[in-house]
Each structure stands twice: as C-alpha cells, then as structure tokens.
C-alpha cells in the first residue's frame, strides 16, 4: 500500500469515527433539548414500514408514500420539492426498454437528450446533465464518469422517482437539476408473469418476474428479461439480458434483510443516429438533402459493443422499541465495457458543410477499455418524536462511497459518404488515455421536519461532505474538497389537501479534472423554489407545479489546455403536472416545462447573456387512457399521447437553433382473458424525421422514428 493510500484509509477511518461519534452526540442530545420546557416526550410509532410501503407498487395513487426526497417514508405531499413517481404502469405504457423512453411524459425531465441512443440514458432534469451524478439506485448513488457507467433495464424497477432541484442536502455531491432514483423489484408477496414482445424492426424479449412469500417471514423475487435481434437503424443488432434476484427474511431480533442480485450483458452494436452534422439533419443541404435517419457510417465487422456488469446489494431494516427505525443499505458494483465504432465529425475537413455530392463525412474512430469497480453505504435512524403540540420527524444519516475507473481510449480517422455509404474498415488507432482514476466520498447529514398546528411544517437539512479525488496514468492529480449543503422550507397543508410550500436548497457537484487544467473547486450554487401539490389523500386527482430559480457558480470554461472555473449558469424555470380519473374510464396526465437558462459570467465575454445548448425552452405532453365497459368491450382499453419539445440553441453563440417537434404516440390494451393481455403500443405514428438537440454544430441526434411494440403478458 503506497503511503497516499496509507494516508486516505488513515483519514477515512478517523472521519468515519468522528461521524459516528457526532451522530450519536447529536442522537443523545436531540431529545433533551426538546423537553427543556418539561414538556413529556410521546415517541409515536412509525405505522408505514420503510421497504414495502414507500418502495412497492404505486397502484396509481395520487399522493403515494416515497423515501426520494426525504429518505424516510413521506407522503408525496410531504417532500417540500417537486417530485414525480413511476410505478410499473406507466412504465409499461410504451412498452419502454430504456428509462429515458419511460420518463418522456415526465415533468422537468429532457429524455433522450441525444436522440435514440439505445445503450445509453442521455437525462437532463431542469436543464442540467443529471446522467452523470444525479442516477440513483435505491437511494444510493450510481456514479458514472467518462464510459464508465451503469445500465438498467427499466423491468427490473418497481418505480422511477424524479426528485428535482438541489438535493446534496441529503444525497452529496450531485448535479444541479435533481436526481433520478431507481427503486428495484422487492421480494415480498406473490408475484407471477411472463411476458414475449416483438417489435416491427424484428426485434424479440422474452421477460419473467417470480416471487412468493415462503415460511418464516422469508420471500424471494427472481426477474428476467432477454432481448435480441435487429434495431430500426443499420447494422445495428445483438443481443441483452439481465437476470436479478431478491431474498427477504427477518431474524429472531426482529430485524428485517433484503438481498439483491443484478447481472447484466450485452453484446451488440452501435445505432448511428446521434453525433451528426447540423447541417443534413436540422437542415438540409444542396447536395443530398437530409442524412437518412437509419443510416450508419460505421463498419459492421469492427463495430462492437460488449457490457458485464453486475451489482450486490444488502438491505437491513430494525424498528426499536422507542419506535425509531435503523434502516441501511450497502452496495458492491462491478462493470466491464468494451466498445469500438466510427462516428461522424462533420464533412471532409471537419467542415460543417459538405464539399461534394457524396457528402463525404469526416469519421473519428472511437474505442474504450473500461472497468469500473464501486461500493457504498448508506446508514439512517429516524422517528418521530411529539413535544406538545410539535411533531419532530428526525433523521440522521451516514454515507460513504468508493468508485473505482479503470480505462484505456484509442481513437483514429476515416470517412465514409451520405450517399451510399460503405463500410469504412478497420482504423489504426493510438491510445490517448489510460488511467486509473478514483473518488471517495463520505457524508454525514440531518433532517428534521417540525409540524404544528392545523397544517405547518417546516424541514430543515444539513449535511457535510469530504471528497477525495485522484487520477494516475495520463494525468496525475490529487485532490480533496470539504462541503456544506442545505436545505430549509416551509409548507401549509389545507384541509382539502392544497399544499403551497417554499424551499430554499443548495448543492455541490465534484468534478473529476486535474487542478493544473483550472480546475480547483466543485462546482456549486444555490436554488430557490416556490411550488404547490394538490393531492388528497385517496382522491382521483394530482397537481402540482413549481417557480424555481437555480444559481450555479464554478462552471468550467475555457479550451484545452486554458480552462478555468469562472463560469456561472442562472437557470429559471416553470414545472406544471396534473393527472385526473374521470371515474367512467377516462384518465388523463399531463405535464408541462418551461426554462430560461442564461449564461451569467464566462471567460469569454461574448457568451455572457446567451443560453447554454440542449435546453428546450418549453416542453408539454399529454397522455389520455379509456377502457371501455359493456358485455362486449370490458378489457378493451385504448390510450393516445403527444410529446412536444420547444427549441434549443445548437451552438454557443445561439447563432444556430434547433426547431421545435411534436410526436404522436398510441397504446391499445386488450383482456384476452383473466390473466392473460395483449398490448400493442406505436410510438411516433407520424414517423416524423425529428432532432432531439445539438450540443455543437457537429453533435445533432436524430429522433427515433416510428416504432410498433407487441405484448403478450401473462400473469399466474
């Protein structure tokens, strides 16, 4: 062990002693504080238990329990930030196989930011890259930096949670706009389905979710789901599976464990719709017109994409007698990703035109070795304690995470036309990285959320930070940052279930760059937001909207190899979500989005007032479902939606935009018999040729175009 990693395990240990040791001091000294007066302590009992209430199946309430935004089970009316939950329902809508393709009917959320990229969950929430830092797995985040990232098969989770906003208060370094977490299938109870689909582009899965409670308060979950063949672009086939497990028992002492097992791997290649040129995708050239949108300049025999990956996770739950609960999570995760694929960068020359009628394009030929290695933890003991007429709903936490990047890139140059592309051959490539890189994180945090009176309540957060940060091979850093992060709001809940609240948050997001590039803090900054929810407890509707302004501050800017950290992004922003039950059939959702993203201090002076790329200004959609009644249509379900995304700015001057789109989507549901559906779902019916953003004038994604998906579930 060399005397640097001597010195960062020597440090850990003492932070982790004194954490522990704060959490109990402030565990000990909490409760007398709060009987000064000689009022008379009542610990309430918790009546909602942590794992299957606030993690299992929404079953389309309108204000269901949740630990996003709070990590203890809260109403979703509770949580003083805008917050949205998928259950397996609206997951399932679309037939959805990604979780950007299940979040596009989502509030605050960008999905697919760079089009239809079938490896990869390209998020944006609030206008901010959250597919980075801001995915988490069970509430314990799953980092990703450079290739090295996590990929989740959306059958395998029970809800998609979007918790918007600044969140390092309770979650740590992370990105601006919110954070995105998955929460896993749980066993518990009987569980019984088998699924086949087929898509039109001859693409077959094969799913299975099994599970059943056994004696001895134990239970098991066992889920599957193996697709292959062709996707709708060229040269683009393979195969995926992923098979993951659960296992739940509660010990002698009364304490609940949850083990989860997750494998995943792939073996397939590249789509070749993203990282396009703006002109023949935006707008069309004299010379060819537009770039076919299936159409892929890669080489069928060199182009590969191959992922292991898998993740254990155990669970363990205990409620006291005093009826505080200790509830905690560990995490072991390991990936292997290997990738080889030409992508375009612009027309002969790297110019942003073509030069001839072939529309010779530019290719850079891309390959990665990346192993990834992570492990976390996440301890938390809370309750609820009354003072009188006050109720103190406590939280304590501790958490600690290592991520581990080990990586090799190589890259190197050929072309190919737009008119009748061939297959470019195998490039000569240089390796250009290789490094280790690691981050460590640890965190120790408090809540604690005050109500008095008919209806207020208050919450308040802290939390403490230490990042450690280092890189060894091409670049060779060190670095340590420390951080405090917040939040304080205050709510009013009205009789009738209105719920306007203020809160005020703040945030830190660690970057992963050396200090001799200008990169010397995290970057960091501040929200405030002004929402409501509308949400009755048992009610047939939901609503809720959010006014919120973001400050971020430390945003690197500059070229390679001048950077520097004095930028700074003001980002405004209205959310509105509503969902109705008619009570005859119908049901409808809606969610609107509206941002202002201005660009407040760059090193380049120019920039100052323009807005940053791949923000829409304004995204809508509306989803509509009617199943039908009477002796000859009761299982007949049909359901419409359309999705709309303002334009954007393709390049940094705003020179060039991105125009606006809207697509069309349709489901039909059918009862084929009491256990048996059949389902078959269109997305983008127009097949409407469509850009979803442009990072640059040389990174514009396509779309995907139309898709048929059919279903046939079974469940036993």
């Not at 890259?411 to 297959?423: D, E, H, R």
């Not at 009205?494 to 997001?509: D, H, K, R, V």
């Not at 097949?687 to 059919?710: K, P």
Request: negative net charge.
């Amino acid at each position: 062990m060399t005397a640097l990693h001597r010195h960062f395990h020597r440090n850990l240990f003492n932070r982790l002693a004194t954490s522990t040791a704060l959490c109990s001091c402030l565990a000990l000294s909490t409760l007398p504080a709060l009987a000064q007066e000689g009022e008379i302590i009542v610990l309430d009992d918790i009546d909602v238990t942590f794992t299957e209430n606030a993690t299992g199946s929404v079953d389309q309430q309108s204000n269901p329990l949740t630990v996003t935004g709070g990590k203890v089970p809260l109403l979703l009316s509770e949580v003083p930030q805008s917050v949205s939950v998928l259950g397996r329902e609206e997951i399932e809508t679309f037939d959805a196989t990604r979780v950007s393709e299940a979040l596009r009917y989502t509030a605050g959320v960008t999905a697919e930011v760079f089009g239809d990229d079938n490896d990869y969950d390209w998020l944006r929430v609030r206008g901010f890259q959250a597919d980075q830092t801001g995915i988490y797995l069970d509430n314990a985040q799953n980092l990703s930096f450079a290739f090295g990232s996590f990929f989740v098969d959306p059958y395998t989770l029970e809800r998609i949670e979007v918790l918007r906003g600044p969140s390092s208060a309770l979650y740590g370094g992370s990105n601006p706009g919110g954070i995105v977490n998955y929460v896993t299938k749980r066993p518990g109870g009987h569980v019984g389905e088998m699924s086949f689909s087929l898509n039109d582009a001859g693409r077959a899965a094969v799913a299975f979710d099994l599970g059943e409670d056994l004696a001895g308060d134990r239970a098991y979950r066992v889920t599957g789901r193996l697709e292959a063949g062709e996707h709708h672009d060229d040269i683009n086939s393979g195969w995926r599976g992923t098979l993951s497990g659960g296992y739940k028992l509660t010990t002698d002492a009364g304490t609940e464990l949850t083990f989860l097992t997750t494998l995943h791997k792939a073996d397939e290649q590249h789509n070749g719709s993203t990282f396009l040129p703006y002109d023949g995708t935006v707008v069309p050239t004299t010379e060819f017109g537009f770039i076919d949108p299936d159409a892929n300049f890669s080489d069928p025999d060199w182009d590969s994409y191959a992922r292991d990956q898998a993740t254990v996770s155990a669970i363990a739950e205990h409620e006291f007698a005093n009826g505080f609960t200790l509830t905690g999570i560990g995490r072991l995760g390991y990936v292997s990703l290997e990738e080889s694929y030409y992508y375009p960068y612009g027309y002969s020359g790297y110019a942003l035109s073509p030069s001839d009628a072939d529309g010779t394009l530019s290719l850079v030929a891309f390959e990665h070795d990346t192993t990834v290695r992570t492990a976390q933890a996440d301890i938390r003991y809370f309750g609820r304690v009354n003072t009188g007429a006050v109720e103190h709903n406590l939280l304590l936490g501790l958490d600690a995470r290592s991520y581990t990047l080990d990586e090799t890139q190589a890259s190197g140059f050929g072309s190919n036309t737009v008119v009748n592309p061939t297959a470019p051959g195998t490039p000569v490539t240089s390796i250009y990285q290789d490094a280790e890189t690691k981050q460590k994180q640890l965190g120790i945090y408090a809540q604690n959320q005050i109500g008095w009176g008919a209806g207020w309540r208050a919450t308040f957060n802290l939390r403490h930070d230490w990042v450690d940060t280092e890189q060894v091979g091409t670049s060779n850093f060190s670095r340590s940052d420390s951080e405090t992060s917040y939040r304080a709001a205050l709510a009013y809940e009205f009789a009738g279930g209105f719920t306007p609240y203020l809160s005020l948050s703040s945030f830190f997001n660690p970057l992963i760059s050396s200090p001799s590039s200008g990169v010397t803090q995290p970057e960091s900054g501040d929200q405030i937001e002004l929402g409501f929810k509308w949400m009755p407890q048992g009610s047939n509707f939901s609503v809720s909207g959010a006014l919120f302004q973001i400050d971020q501050e430390n945003v690197v800017t500059g070229a390679f190899p001048s950077y520097n950290q004095l930028g700074e992004v003001r980002m405004r922003g209205l959310e509105l979500e509503a969902a109705y039950d008619f009570g005859n059939g119908l049901r409808v959702k809606g969610a609107a989005t509206t941002l202002d993203a201005e660009i407040t201090a760059d090193s380049d002076s120019s920039l100052i007032g323009l807005s940053p790329t791949l923000v829409p200004e304004l995204e809508l959609s509306l989803l509509a479902e009617y199943a039908f009644a009477g002796p000859r249509l009761t299982g007949l379900s049909i359901g419409g939606g359309l999705r709309h995304r303002g334009e954007s700015f393709a390049n940094d001057a705003n020179t060039l935009s991105v125009p606006s789109y809207t697509v069309y989507d349709a489901y039909l549901q059918y009862a084929l018999a009491a256990d048996t559906d059949l389902r078959l779902s269109v997305t983008n019916i127009g097949d409407d040729r469509y850009v979803t953003g442009c990072q640059t004038a040389y990174v514009c994604s396509y779309g995907a175009g139309r898709e048929f998906a059919l279903t046939l579930t079974k469940t036993f």
